[in-house]
C-alpha cells in the first residue's frame, strides 16, 4: 500500500484560503487515483473531490464546485486540495485517500473504493 501523510490544514477566517498537500511514499503514485475526503465531528466521511491518474478527469461534490481544486503533480508524488471563499460549514478534519487504478481514466468517490489512507488534517472556518 502506498503511505500518505497530509499537511496544510489550520484555522483561517471564513471567506479565506487553504491549500492541502499530500505526500504519498512506497509504491508508484501515477497508478493511484486520489481523493480528498473530509469528517466533520458526529458526521460521516464524505468525498471532497477526487481525481484520476492522469488528471484527465476529476469530481467535486456540490458543496465546493467552483471554491475548490483538486490537482497532483506525479513528479513529486502529492495530490493538492486548494480551498476557496472558505465557509464555517467547510470546518472538518480532511484525508487524501488512494486506490491502485488499472484505469487512467477513473476517478473514484466511495470510501469503500479506497484503500489507503491518511492521518487527517484539521480545517478550521471561523465565521
Known amino acids: 500500500q502506498v503511505q500518505l501523510v497530509e499537511s496544510g490544514g489550520g484555522l483561517v477566517q471564513a471567506g479565506g484560503s487553504l491549500r492541502l498537500s499530500c505526500a504519498a511514499s512506497?509504491?508508484?503514485?501515477?497508478?493511484?487515483?486520489m481523493g480528498w475526503f473530509r469528517q466533520a465531528p458526529g458526521k460521516e466521511r464524505d468525498v471532497v473531490a477526487a481525481?484520476?491518474?492522469?488528471?484527465?478527469?476529476?469530481y467535486y461534490a456540490d458543496s465546493v464546485k467552483g471554491r475548490f481544486t483538486i490537482s497532483r503533480d506525479n513528479a513529486k508524488n502529492t495530490v493538492y486540495l486548494q480551498m476557496n471563499s472558505l465557509e464555517s460549514e467547510d470546518t472538518a478534519v480532511y484525508f487524501c485517500?488512494?486506490?491502485?487504478?488499472?484505469?487512467?481514466?477513473?476517478?473514484?468517490?466511495?470510501?469503500?473504493?479506497?484503500?489507503?489512507w491518511g492521518q487527517g488534517t484539521q480545517v478550521t472556518v471561523s465565521s
Open positions: 485517500a488512494a486506490k491502485w487504478s488499472i484505469s487512467e481514466n477513473f476517478y473514484y468517490t466511495d470510501t469503500a473504493d479506497y484503500n489507503s
Open positions: 512506497g509504491r508508484t503514485f501515477s497508478n493511484y487515483a
Open positions: 481525481i484520476s491518474r492522469n488528471s484527465g478527469r476529476t
